[in-house]
Structures are given as structure tokens and as C-alpha cells.
DNA sequence: CCAAAAGTGTTACAAGTACACCCATGA
DNA sequence: TCATGGGTGTACTTGTAACACTTTTGG
């Protein structure tokens, strides 16, 4: 079959679950649509994919497009290949997913969308939502409650020195449960990923909280070794 | 944008990772292609995605259609989206992995085929494949020794009545571990998946082993609770 | 009675969990 | 001096790993 000759009539869309941290709540990066189909309800950001690029460059660009970050942790989650996802026509999306820090941000508003914004995941549940989108955030979350189990990940929601107590935030808020603080510090202290800095957080009245840095930055590492079952 | 106007080129593929176990040893399904590009290269079983068809049914479809089984395991892995994978012209392959017991098989060739078979992981080595095949099975593979570890899918490579030794034999060749005898069927007896039935598979002149089953064939079930870290 | 794989328990070690008090600071 | 979150160690429980002998069968 010679590739001219195919007659498949498939659009490739792409769209990421943008994720952060703020206020001790897991946020959503959505945009509200102001065209049909769909008008009114949220989406995630996206676009259909450019058959110049490839589709982690395509992810790529809608990040930089939407929250001017180029450097974030950026992963493909899962493709929706559902009939009847759009109204308009066959289209299957490749969805990514992305961790970012949120004091890096930088909102780019596009003419696309009336509110580009954060919601967290008690506003979500009473959102509707444009195509399939509900499902593409819950299979995200379902994702990073998981791998920040078993890997770094968690670094990529945090600046460049952070407290433990922070860092410890985040865990409890994606995993929704509260963990002891010695336990937590032992187990960092016992994973080898972080570095203590001579600085200190001053916050009010209480003793200031030191800040640390992780050893390597960008890399993702696997931290738990595999058992057989 | 209304869905009419894009001009999008991207053909849309799926290829599936079918692996099985004979001989104590993990095997994948390929073929030799006939036809140009690649030429007498090994290939995944895949094709065009039917614009008719959801991506799973897609899958389901090439499965039956190749193997001639239709309730296995089967999943979607990930999309490779690279330029440049297909000479042809742009074309994205959404890839799953789909695990058979040996036993159930029934191939059917194709005429597109020249050879359809099982190759082991060591006649992959030597192998040169089509496409980026080879990085999708080395992607497959790896996520089916990480999924071995928390799930129940050994269940798949599995008929429905099997000796301890044949299921710590799946674990064994999966992991490329040996696996304490005792300690394996201490875990298998804690999961409490299992029921032995009152029927021995006998072997020359050893002594017979007791067949089992699974308590719930067909349901994929997580076995290890979430740790926070 | 021999060869071959099936089957079975206990001990030692590592990892995870539970738990309570002192410290440093600014108001 | 007091209120607040930061910071620390130890005992207990659970899970994992190491290890050797008896049983059943057919030839």
C-alpha cells in the first residue's frame, strides 16, 4: 500500500493536563472554550498536531504556548482513539501531561480562550467539561499519584531550594494523605536526592525552616528497586 | 476552526506487541515483510486504523486477525510520533501489547506475510526490524516486567488450570530472576488469587503436580497497595 | 531403590510504621 | 514568655530473604 493512496480521514489533536502546585492544592491549567463545538465548557490546552513536528515537539510547543515554560517535565500519558470524542469529526488525541513550578510561571493569554486559569480539584468536580476532557485529567492524576510513588517526579512541582516541610507538602497533597514528619525526612535523608543549603526560611515568628536542593535537577530517577511481586 | 478546513497529513497506524510464553521463554509475534519500505525486515503485526473503529476496537481487530483470539490481555502501551518513522510520509503509530496463553493460539497467515512467527527475546538481539519495532518492544517488555510486579497479568500467559511451578515460571522468565520456591508460594498463597483444584498433572516418573486456577480469570487486579514513597 | 521434580517451615534481616518532645524565632 | 512550625530518635511490626529436607511417582 503506497501511503498516497490512503484514505484516512483521522485528525491528530494533542492536549496536556498542566499540573502545579498552589496553595497546598494540586491545580489544573484549563481554558474555557468561546467557540462551538463545546462553547462555555472547559478544556484542556491543545491544538491540532502539526504534521511538521513530532508529537513531543508538538507537546512542546503548546506548553511554551500556553504557560511560556520550556523546560518542565513533559511526558505522554495516554491516546483517546474513542468514536464521536469531537463532534466535528474522527479525531483520536494524544494526550501529555506536565509538572511545573509554579512560581516559574508566566501565563500567556490567548485570543482562543476568554479564561485561561488554575482549578483545583474540588472546583473540577463541578466543571463541565469540552470531549473527553474529565477522563484525560482523571487518567492524569490516576498517573502522577502513582509515579510519585516510585520516582522523582516531585521535584519538577517545586523551585530551585525548597524546605522539607514543602517538599513533604507535596507528596501529602497528591497522595491525599498526611505522613509523619520523621518518617518522611528519614526516607529523604535514606534516597540520597537532596542537598542541604546554608540558607534559612524565615517565616514570621517560628523558627526558620533550612532550605535544601535536589542533587540533580532534571533527571527523573526511579527510586524504588523492583521486587518480583 | 471547523474540522473540514484542517489539512492535517498524518496517517494514523496501530501495531501490537502480541507476546506469549513457550519453551520458558518470552516470545514476540512478527512478521517478514514482502513489501517495500523495509523489505524483509521484521515488523509488528499493525496496520491503517480504521477511521470506523475506535482505537481499541483497532487493536482487538489486528489481534483476531492475526492470532485469531479475541478475549486476551490487551492494552495500549504508547504513541510513537517521531518524523520520519515511515518513509512513506508522516504517520503516527499508536502501539499496544497484548499477553496469550501459548496454548489457546491459533495463527492465521497472511498473505502479506511471507512468515509469521514467534521469535525469542535472544533471536531479537540478532534481529533488524521495520520502522522503530525494535523500540517498541524494548518499550513493551519494559512494561510488562514493571507490571508483572503489581498486577495479576502472568494470569494471561496462563490456560486455566497450571501447576505453582508453570506460574513461578512466568515470573522467573519475565523478570529474568530465580525465585526461592518456597517464598513464591508463601506470596502466591498471602495474594490469595488462587484455588487449587483436585486434579495432578503428571510428568514421566515424578511426582505429580497439583493444578490451580485463578479465582478471577479475566479481571486485572492490583496487587500491592501505594507506599507514599 | 533410584532419579526427578513436588511440596513444606523457620530463622534472620531489612523496611516500614507509630509515636513525643525539645528548638529557634519574633511578637 | 509564649505561640508556632522546625527539627530529631527509638521501639515495634511487617515484609522480605535465606535456607534443607521429605514426599510421590515411574522406571
Redesign the interface.
Known amino acids: 500500500?503506497?501511503?498516497?493512496e490512503?484514505n484516512?480521514?483521522?485528525?491528530?489533536a494533542l492536549d496536556i493536563v498542566i499540573l502545579t502546585i498552589k496553595d497546598n492544592l494540586l491545580k489544573v491549567l484549563l481554558t474555557k472554550r468561546t467557540i462551538e463545538p463545546y462553547i462555555h465548557r472547559y478544556s484542556l490546552p491543545g491544538g491540532?498536531?502539526d504534521?511538521?513536528?513530532?508529537?513531543?515537539e508538538?507537546a512542546k510547543n503548546i506548553l511554551k504556548r500556553d504557560t511560556n515554560i520550556s523546560d518542565a517535565f513533559l511526558e505522554?500519558l495516554?491516546?483517546f482513539?474513542?468514536?464521536n470524542r469531537?463532534k466535528?469529526?474522527?479525531?483520536?488525541s494524544?494526550a501529555y501531561y506536565a509538572l511545573i513550578d509554579y512560581s516559574k510561571l508566566n501565563l500567556i493569554p490567548s485570543k482562543k480562550y476568554d479564561e485561561i486559569g488554575w482549578y483545583s480539584l474540588s472546583d473540577i468536580k463541578k466543571m463541565k467539561f469540552a470531549f473527553d476532557h474529565d477522563k484525560i485529567i482523571q487518567i492524569a492524576l490516576d498517573r502522577i499519584?502513582?509515579k510519585?510513588?516510585y520516582t522523582n517526579i516531585a521535584f519538577q512541582l517545586l523551585p530551585e531550594k525548597f524546605t522539607l516541610a514543602e517538599l513533604q507538602q507535596i507528596?501529602e497533597t497528591i497522595?491525599e494523605?498526611s505522613?509523619d514528619k520523621r518518617n518522611?525526612r528519614k526516607?529523604?535523608a535514606e534516597?540520597d536526592m537532596v542537598v542541604e543549603l546554608n540558607e534559612y526560611k524565615k517565616m514570621g515568628r517560628m523558627r526558620p525552616a533550612q532550605y535544601y536542593k535536589f542533587k540533580e535537577r532534571t533527571k527523573e530517577t526511579i527510586?524504588k528497586a523492583?521486587?518480583?511481586?
Open positions: 500500500m503506497n501511503h498516497s490512503i484516512q480521514n483521522i485528525v491528530v491540532i498536531v504534521e511538521k513536528l513530532s508529537l513531543d508538538a505522554q495516554y491516546t482513539g474513542d468514536l469531537d466535528r469529526g474522527r479525531t483520536i494524544v499519584k502513582n510519585i510513588e507528596y497522595l494523605t505522613i518522611f526516607k529523604i534516597l527510586l523492583n521486587k518480583w511481586v
